[in-house]
T-cell receptor, first 116, second 115 residues
Framework: GAGVSQSPSNKVTEKGKDVELRCDPI?????LYWYRQSLGQGLEFLIY????????KSGLPSDRFSAERTGGSVSTLTIQRTQQEDSAVYLC??????????????FGPGTRLTVL | AQSVTQLDSQVPVFEEAPVELRCNYS??????LFWYVQYPNQGLQLLLK??????LVKGINGFEAEFNKSQTSFHLRKPSVHISDTAEYFC?????????????FGSGTRLQVQP
């Protein structure tokens, strides 16, 4: 079956512009995660959605970052007034909601964001 | 809070040689441990995970890892590597007592298999 998909695969934008990154999780997965992968660093957690519960936003680096998940499926990560330090690969993952933190997270290929 | 340290940023190795990628973690509560692999221009793929039980965990592509609680380590090993194992490897921790579902990742180790 289809895996996690993300779009666009690459995004180049100018400093100060807003960008939207999209994630389509695996069908039936109720948990969805956003991570950021900066050059030479590991993955940094941004935000987590689980069903209809309030999202865990504890990883968002600033109020310029926001995310929503419509209908419990597709998610959009929005970065307002982009800065050069926002340049990174943004990865989305999904997992089954049951079974807790031991469930495997399936990752999408990522969106490479470059802020000029 | 949890943290993960991958001691080697790059590991060059010749084809068919054994390899060990090191991972140490810090946590005040019990955790689950994971190794993910990222091939060029692809997303992360789970290699193996430790939740409980036997401390020696076998994963895909001939990889295995051993959980050592006293040394807070979860090193990844393969007895004989192939060119196709060239990739970035990430160690991660998570678990039911960490307060969140998301994983905490190390900074990654780039495995470079040379002919």
């Amino acid at each position: 079956g289809a895996g996690v998909s993300q779009s666009p695969s690459n995004k180049v934008t100018e400093k100060g512009k807003d960008v939207e990154l999209r994630c389509d999780p695996i069908s039936g997965h109720t948990a969805l995660y956003w991570y950021r992968q900066s050059l030479g660093q590991g993955l940094e957690f941004l935000i987590y959605f689980q069903g209809n519960s309030a999202p865990d936003k504890s990883g968002l680096p600033s109020d310029r970052f926001s995310a929503e998940r419509t209908g419990g499926s597709v998610s959009t990560l929005t970065i307002q007034r982009t800065q050069q330090e926002d340049s990174a690969v943004y990865l989305c993952a999904s997992s089954l909601g049951t079974g807790g933190a031991g469930n495997e997270q399936f990752f999408g290929p990522g969106t490479r964001l470059t802020v000029l | 809070a949890q943290s993960v340290t991958q001691l080697d940023s790059q590991v060059p190795v010749f084809e068919e040689a054994p390899v060990e990628l090191r991972c140490n973690y810090s946590s005040s509560v019990s955790v689950y441990l994971f190794w993910y692999v990222q091939y060029p221009n692809q997303g992360l793929q789970l290699l193996l995970k430790y939740l409980s039980g036997s401390t020696l965990v076998k994963g895909i592509n001939g990889f295995e890892a051993e959980f050592n609680k006293s040394q807070t380590s979860f090193h990844l090993r393969k007895p004989s590597v192939h060119i196709s194992d060239t990739a970035e490897y990430f160690c991660a921790v998570g678990g039911p007592y960490t307060g969140r579902r998301a994983l905490t990742f190390g900074s990654g180790t780039r495995l470079q298999v040379q002919p």
